[in-house]
């Protein structure tokens, strides 16, 4: 999030290498049968790790529920007025139906991506049930008519794969999204343009936000 609102929409090669990244935390949390449920940009961590810049952690499994527990408890079908997860980034499911596994973390990946290439969250409103009934209702706008430059054709069909309606129609698996990531048609980002954007970032901080020097989360 800060990245984002610091230094604006990010480079479609380094949002996949990002974003594939991510995949490999859910990966992890899916095969062990359990769903994140709060995937959104402030919940992931970019940082430098050693040598290695632009490493990702993904934060705060305070909303995570094991795939085999079908009950939503605390959504909104059985608590009026709340809501598990952040709604600029929860899945159709989430709201409507008390089964939910792996794909609805892919489709809340799917809005992070589109908020890092865009610097925009995919649907917004002046209320939380405004923005998840267009979550339940709107088709999203292709993100790369909210950018100059476009989004590299790929890649699109790749976020808008994960923003499908229906769980089945969008990536089966976070591995599978991240292979498709990575097939994408985008500028590879390599270590060294991350280096260099690190050690850019930490002395000459973001136009949007120059009164804060810390850059950490996506």
Request: proline share 8%.
């Amino acid at each position: 999030d800060s990245l984002v609102r610091q230094h604006g929409p990010v480079p479609a090669g380094r949002a996949a290498h990002l974003l594939i990244q991510v995949c490999a935390s859910l990966e992890e949390a899916h095969v062990r049968g359990l769903v994140h449920r709060d995937i959104k940009p402030a919940n992931i961590h970019v940082g430098r790790l050693g040598l290695v810049h632009d490493f990702v952690k993904v934060l705060d499994f305070g909303l995570v529920k094991p795939i085999a527990d079908r009950s939503l408890d605390e959504t909104l079908a059985t608590q009026a007025g709340l809501v598990v997860g952040t709604p600029g980034y929860m899945a159709p499911e989430m709201v409507v139906s008390d089964t939910v596994d792996g794909r609805a973390d892919l489709y809340a990946l799917g809005c992070v991506g589109y908020y890092v290439l865009t610097g925009q969250q995919v649907f917004d409103g002046d209320t939380t049930m405004k923005v998840i009934a267009k979550h339940l209702q709107e088709a999203p706008m292709p993100p790369s008519q909210r950018v100059p430059n476009g989004v590299p054709p790929g890649l699109e069909r790749v976020i808008l794969a994960c923003l499908a309606k229906k769980p089945e129609d969008r990536p089966r698996s976070a591995a599978e999204l991240a292979r498709l990531l990575a097939a994408a048609d985008v500028e590879p980002w390599t270590g060294e343009q991350a280096a260099e954007w690190w050690a850019t970032a930490t002395t000459n901080p973001g136009p949007r936000e120059s009164a804060d020097r810390t850059v950490t989360s996506a």
